[in-house]
T-cell receptor, first 115, second 113 residues
Framework: SQTIHQWPATLVQPVGSPLSLECTVE??????LYWYRQAAGRGLQLLFY??????ISSEVPQNLSASRPQDRQFILSSKKLLLSDSGFYLC??????????????FGNGTRLTVT | DQQVKQNSPSLSVQEGRISILNCDYT??????FLWYKKYPAEGPTFLIS?????DKNEDGRFTVFLNKSAKHLSLHIVPSQPGDSAVYFC????????????FGSGTQLTVLP
């Protein structure tokens, strides 16, 4: 069965520090991978998605970047964190079913607090 | 521009009664709709979905209704249980899109014992 691992679960970082959040998926090949953010009191905002190694699409221009160095690995990064980067970050995967994507499957998320 | 809207941030229901969560959308290209359930400090989990060619889909205690002309969908939970207390997100997507889902802002459901 497929599983998704996301770490760390919580993170407190000072403003201006770098960020690296990692997500890996097991049990499936060539998944579509996604990074979402849930800000306090708001819905889920799509940040990046990837349909293959090295292929990254950015939905919202901001202080973050994403990379996909391996088929089942997705990394969210920042060179210098801002206070506004605080939030709950979620990694997710889906697979292409031929004519549509399967429902998204989410990891347990990372609570990031920038101080 | 919010393409998927959940106008009620919270809803309280007595155990055993029906919970009705509502969702409106504006993009007529959406053809598949999903509901996700989220507990605190966890990722959302898929609950139920409906294609635009249907107007109802049922799975146990959960039923989703779609009114395409009104661009409105709803999730009914009958009977409601305390374990159903969570945030419920409505989501929608266009066919053939790897971009996947557009989410609403969520509704916090509290089922009172």
């Amino acid at each position: 069965s497929q599983t998704i691992h996301q770490w760390p679960a919580t993170l407190v970082q000072p403003v201006g520090s770098p960020l690296s959040l990692e997500c890996t998926v097991e049990g499936t090949s060539n998944p579509n991978l996604y990074w979402y953010r849930q800000a306090a009191g708001r819905g889920l905002q799509l940040l990046f998605y990837s349909v293959g190694i090295g292929q990254i699409s950015s939905e919202v221009p901001q202080n973050l970047s994403a990379s996909r160095p391996q088929d089942r690995q997705f990394i969210l990064s920042s060179k210098k964190l801002l206070l506004s980067d605080s939030g709950f970050y979620l990694c997710a995967w889906s697979v292409w079913m031929g004519a549509y994507n399967s429902p998204l499957h989410f990891g347990n998320g990372t609570r990031l607090t920038v101080t | 521009d919010q393409q998927v809207k959940q106008n009620s941030p919270s809803l309280s229901v007595q155990e055993g009664r029906i919970s009705i969560l509502n969702c409106d959308y504006t993009n007529s290209m959406f053809d598949y709709f999903l509901w996700y359930k989220k507990y605190p400090a966890e990722g959302p989990t898929f609950l139920i979905s409906i294609s635009s060619i249907k107007d109802k889909n049922e799975d146990g205690r959960f039923t989703v209704f779609l009114n395409k002309s009104a661009k409105h969908l709803s999730l009914h939970i009958v009977p409601s249980q305390p374990g159903d207390s969570a945030v419920y997100f409505c989501a929608a997507r266009s066919s053939g899109s790897a971009r996947q889902l557009t989410f609403g802002s969520g509704t916090q459901l509290t089922v009172l014992p």
